[in-house]
């Protein structure tokens, strides 16, 4: 089973040889590495060269006028010649036992979803494993550290939108709408690096409002499209997607922009078609870690008693 390995690649000398070195020496050799380079200024383009003049059979290479993460993955997703799809940041890096630990629970499932480990290039900041059940899916948002069946991505087209921030949610709903069957693994073997220069860290200090309007407007489309009916899961996914949305941007936002920021995306949540006639405000997941659970009804409570001012200030102080 071959399994290809999409890496959008913008100004990443630093850490690109780093990235490619870690895949080049999994313990699983039947892979292709498919370098989408979005329009770098830097030598990343010189390394990748290198790479393939070293190792032709395993690389792909295209190069594209800057236009974002999203739009390279769906390249490599178009000509990604495996049976399933992984993708990494170049930033990131794998455990050598990474392919091999994913695809050994394979069963020609779906999605294979498995968790990370944030590290700052010295040391391990913390771990994240999933536990084996069906929120995970919902939990585990990100694009990297899982595989998904070829046939299944394409079968359905299911592509990165050009958002701002929130692709890899859409992509995450996308793929549970329209699955048929999963594993999920309690492993870690894939390396997230807090990197200054990343979208995440960025958005932390341009004070420019990043909503999440056309996100869920676009996932409200595709749970209609497709029928699904579990709307207690939907909503308590996009209050959560919201939520995060204004911990990620604490820093850069004042405090009315903030509230300004949340009360527009939960009367937008509230309000869309596929939450029609579901009354519950407060929300509750038995899957998800209990202070999360808090967080999200302390935030839905203080909107509701107009107080959530008060807990924006405090939210800035953390």
Same mark, same amino acid.
């Given at each position: 089973?071959k399994?290809?390995?999409i890496?959008?690649v ?6 690109? +040889? ?24 830097d030598?990343?383009e ?8 070293? *190792?032709?059979? %395993?690389f ?11 739009v &390279?993955?769906?390249k490599?997703?178009d000509? +990604?010649?495996?049976?399933?799809? $992984? *993708? ?11 392919? !091999? ?8 499932k ?5 968790g ?14 999933? %536990? ?6 919902? %939990?585990?948002?990100? @694009?990297? &550290? ?11 087209? !299911?592509?990165? =939108? ?5 692709e890899?949610v859409?992509? #995450? ?9 999963? +594993?999920?693994?309690?492993? +870690?073997?894939y ?8 979208? #995440?860290? #960025?958005?932390?200090?341009?004070? %420019? ?13 595709r &749970?209609? =499209? ?36 949340? =009360? ?5 949540i ?6 029609k006639?579901?009354? $519950?405000? *407060?929300?509750? =997941?038995? @899957? ?13 409570l ?17």
């Open positions: 089973m399994v290809s390995i890496i959008p913008y100004n990443s000398e630093q850490y690109l +040889a780093r990235c490619i070195e870690s895949i080049l020496c999994q313990s699983y050799q039947n892979f292709e590495i498919i370098l989408i380079n979005d329009g770098s200024t030598h990343s010189d390394i990748i060269k290198s790479y393939i003049t070293r *190792f032709p059979e %395993k792909k290479y295209e190069f594209q006028k800057n236009s974002g993460a999203p &390279a993955r769906n490599g997703i000509i +990604a010649h495996g049976d399933y799809i $992984t *993708f990494v940041d170049s930033d990131d890096y794998l455990d050598a036992d990474f392919l !091999i630990s994913l695809i050994k629970y394979n069963e020609d779906d999605v294979i979803i498995s990370y480990k944030k590290t700052d290039g010295e040391k391990i900041l913390y771990v994240k494993k999933p %536990k084996i059940n069906y929120w995970s899916l919902f %939990k585990y948002t990100t @694009n990297w &550290a899982n595989l998904y069946k070829t046939s299944f991505i394409k079968e359905n087209n !299911i592509r990165f =939108e050009r958002f701002r921030i929130g890899d859409d992509f #995450t709903f996308n793929c549970i709408i329209h699955l048929n069957s999963y +594993a999920i693994i309690s492993y +870690a073997g390396n997230y690096f807090t990197n200054s220069s990343s979208v #995440t860290n #960025t958005i932390n200090k341009v004070k %420019k409002i990043n909503s999440l309007t056309d996100v869920l407007y676009c996932m409200n489309k &749970a209609i =499209e497709s029928n699904y009916k579990d709307k207690k899961r939907i909503y308590y996914y996009f209050v959560k997607t919201s939520i995060f949305n204004i911990f990620i941007q604490r820093k850069a936002l004042c405090v009315v922009q903030l509230k300004n920021l949340f =009360e527009n995306e939960y009367t937008l509230k309000s869309l078609e596929c939450l006639e579901y009354k $519950t405000v *407060f929300v509750w =997941e038995k @899957n998800e870690e209990l202070y999360i659970n808090l967080v999200l009804n302390i935030f839905i203080c909107y509701k008693l107009k107080i959530l001012k008060l807990l924006l200030i405090c939210l800035k102080k953390v």
